[in-house]
């Protein structure tokens, strides 16, 4: 939203609201039913960076938010000079599918709404002056 990426790469994030992590994490912590050593996934779902823009634009009108996808010979030459870009590029159009049913069966979670978790986490940024109207 602050432009300093002018597109979107045909990339897929996993995500979580990070008090839904807290909550897991203390759970670990608390509950009888955890194994020692035992790996639990916490994720609500995977967004594709056009899904997550869209959520952005839809609910911040007045913010420029990137739209336009980035056509995968940028980003590989991008990736030659930014090692950052180079770190991603084997998850180029690659839906990324975590397993989060021991979260729920252990645990008992109930994931938040994953937009409204992207709305109000932006909502703050915005607040804190972390982005700015353009």
Same mark, same amino acid.
């Given at each position: ?8 790469? +045909?990339?897929?994030?996993? %995500? ?10 203390? =759970?670990? !912590? !608390? ?6 050593? #035992? ?9 594709? =960076? +056009? ?6 634009? #839809? ?7 990137? %739209?336009? #996808? ?12 930014? $090692?950052?870009? +180079?770190?991603? %590029?084997?998850?180029?159009?690659? &839906?990324?599918? @975590?397993?989060? $049913?021991? $979260? ?11 937009? =409204?978790?992207?709305? &109000?986490?932006? #909502? $703050? %940024?915005?607040?804190?002056? @972390?982005?700015?109207?353009?």
């Amino acid at each position: 939203m602050n432009r300093k990426i002018p597109g979107l790469g +045909k990339f897929a994030l996993p %995500m979580v609201d990070v008090r839904d992590c807290a909550y897991a994490h203390y =759970l670990a !912590t !608390t509950s009888p039913n955890v194994k020692e050593s #035992q790996r639990i996934i916490i994720n609500c779902t995977t967004l594709w =960076l +056009k899904d997550l823009a869209n959520i952005l634009k #839809q609910n911040f009108p007045d913010y420029s938010v990137p %739209m336009k #996808q980035i056509p995968f010979f940028i980003i590989k030459l991008v990736s030659f000079f930014d $090692s950052a870009v +180079k770190f991603i %590029m084997p998850y180029w159009n690659r &839906e990324i599918v @975590l397993d989060n $049913s021991k $979260s729920i069966e252990i645990f008992g979670m109930i994931y938040r709404d994953i937009e =409204l978790t992207i709305v &109000e986490g932006t #909502q $703050s %940024m915005i607040n804190c002056g @972390l982005i700015i109207k353009k």
